[in-house]
C-alpha cells in the first residue's frame, strides 16, 4: 500500500504531463496517437530501442541519483552538469596521459601526448576513481561554501557550471586538440581505457549499440546509495540534516559537515557520467558532450521521489524518451524532438506543485508528504 | 597589437549594448526577488521574450507589435511561475528550472512547426530592427526602479512582503497580491530584455540565443545586493567582461593567443566571492525562496 501511494502521484504528474504535451502536439497540427506511438514505440524495440534506451539512461541514473542525495540533505544541486564536465575531462585527460595516446600529424609524424602506456587493469580503474573524484571536488565546494560562509547553494552551483565549462574548453583548446583539428574536442584516450560495450557479451545485443559497462554500475551505484541512505550511519546523518537542521544540530549531528560530505557524494555520482561518456562510447572529451544531463538529472530525481528505485524507473522514462524523440523529429510532419524537453518541463512542473494534486486527492489519503 | 587598441570608444558602447539585456533582466528579477520569489527563470523568460519578439515581428512586420508581444510573452510564461510558486507553493528553484526546460523546447518545437525550420526564425529585415530603444528604456528604468522601490507605497509594500510577509500581512497589506505582480513584472522586463536580444542585437531568433544572460542577470542582482543603482553598476561590469571576451577574440600577444575563457568567468567568480562574503555582504531578502501560508 505504501509502495502503491508513492509510485501513484508520480505516474499521475507523467500522465497529466503526456495530456498536456498532446493537446500542445495537437495544436500543432500533428496527430498526438500517432507522435506518442514513435515516442514509445521506437524505444521498446529489441536490440536497437531497448539497447539505446538503456545507454541514453545511463548518465540520467547518476544524476538523478546525484540530485536525490543532496536533496536527501536539504540541498539543491543545479550544478551536476558542471561536476559532469570537469570529471569527463580529467578522466580523458588521465585516460590520454597514462593510456599512451599517439595520434599522426599532417606530415604523418607521430606526436605523442601520453606519459605512460598502463594496462587496462590498473588504467580503467584509476580513471573510474578520476571521474569520482573529481566530481566529488567540484561538488564538495558548494557545499563548503554553503557550511562556512552561508553563501545559498543553488547560485553557487549555477556559477560554477559556468566556471567549470570554462575551464575544460581552455584545457581543451589549447593542451588537448589533436592537430589541426576543427572539432572541440580531445585527442581519443587510450585503447586501455576503453570498457566493454554489453554487446560484447548479450547474445542478440550488437556491439555498434553503446550501451556498456556503466549501465551495470549505474545499477550498483543504485543498490550503494539505498544502503548509504537507509542502512547506515552517514546515510542517516544526512537525512537528519535533511529533514530538519536545527534538530540535527540538537542531536549531535555535524550539520555543516554532512553539507559538504552530502554536496561530495552528489558530485561524485555525477561524475560518474564521464565513465559510460568518455570511457564507454566517445573515447575522448567531446566539448558540449552533455545533453543537460545534469539538469534532466533534477527531473529524474523529483519523479523518482528522491529514492533509488524511483530515479532508476524515471530515468528509464526519460531514457525512452530521448531514444523515441529521434523518431518523432524524423517522421512526423511538424513536431519535432523539442517535444521531450517540453513533456519533462511539465513533468517537474506537475511534480513540483504537489499540492495541486493534494487538493482533490488528498482528501482520499492516497497522497502523503513522503517521509524521510 | 597593444592595449590602446582594445580599449577604446568602441568597447565602452558596446559594453552599454551588452549589459542591456543583462540590465533588463535583472531588473525585472529584483521585483520578483524583493517580493520573496527566487526567479532562477530569467534565463526562460528571456528566450520567451526573444521568440515571440522575432516571430511576431516577421508576421506584423512591425517591432512595437513584436516588442509588446515579447512583455505579454514574458508576463505570461512568469505567470506559470507564480501559479506555482505562490498558488501550490511549490519549490522555487525547481519551478524555475521547469520553466528553463521549458523555453529550450518550445521556441524549437514551435519553429519547427510554424517556420519549418531547426530551431530559427525567418530573418527580419533590416528596418524592422529596434537597436536602440530597449537600451534607453534599460538605463531610464533604473531610476524609475529606484524611485518606485524606495519612495511609494507599491515599493515599501513589495519590501515588506518580501522581508516579513507575516507583519505586511498584518498590516493588511495581501501577500499573494503582491507577489503576483512582483512575478508577472519580472517576466515583463526580462521578456522585453529577451527582445532586445532578437529584434535589436541581432535579427532573429536562434535557438538558446540567451546562452546563459538569465544567470548572468541573476548574478548581476546578487552582485548588487539586490538594489537598481548597484545592479545596474553590475550589469555595466559584467557587460564590459563580455565586450573584451569579444575582442580579444583570436587577438595575439606577443604570438601567444589570450584565452578568452578565463575573461568570460569574471561574472561568476565575482558573484561567488561576493556571496561568500569576502567582499562585502550579500544579504537576500529574508523570506526569499519561503512560499506564504495564510493562517487560518
Redesign the interface.
Known sequence: MKLLRELLFPVIAVLVAFIVGGIIVWMIGDNPFQVYGLLLGSALTWPDGIGYTLFYATPLIFTGLAVAVAFRCGLLNIGAEGQLYLAAFATAWVSIKLGGTVVKDFSGASVGYGWASLPAVVLVPLAVLTAVAVGAAWGAIPGWLKARFGAHEVITTIMLNFIAIALVSYFTQYYFKGPGDPIMQTVPIGEAAHIPRLGDFVPGLPSRIPLNLAFLLAILACALVYVLLWRTKWGYEIRATGANPSAAEYGGINVRRQIVVAMAISGGLAGMVAVSEVLGYRYRYYDGFSASYGFTGIAVALLGRNHPVGVFLAALLFGMLTRGAIFVDAFSAHVTKDLVEVLQAIVILFVAAEALFRGPFGRFGLLKRSKI | MDLTEIFNLGLFTSAVRLATPLLLAALGGMFSERSGV?N?ALEGLMLAGAFTAASMTWYAGSPWVGLLAAVLAGAAIAG?HA??CIR????Q???G??????L???P???S??FFLS??STPQIPREHLIPLTPVVIAFLLVPLTYYVLYYTPFGLRLRAVGENPEAADAAGVSVRVMRYTAVLLSGALAGIGGAYLSIGQSSLFTRNMSA?RG?IA??AL?FGKWRPVQTMLACLLFGFTEAIAIQLQGVRFGGE?I?T??V??IP??L??VV???FIGQSR?PRSLGIPYQKEK
Not at chain 2, 88 to 91: E, K, L, P, S, T
Not at chain 2, 97 to 102: P, V
Open positions: 527566487i532562477i506559470i501559479v506555482a501550490y507553493r511549490a519549490d528553484v525547481v519551478s528550472t521547469a520553466i528553463n526546460i521549458l529550450t523546447g518550445v524549437a518545437l514551435l519547427g512547426a531547426s530551431g546563459g544567470f541573476l548574478a546578487i593567443e584565452p575563457q578565463f568570460q568567468i561568476y567568480v558573484t561567488i556571496l561568500a562574503g537576500a
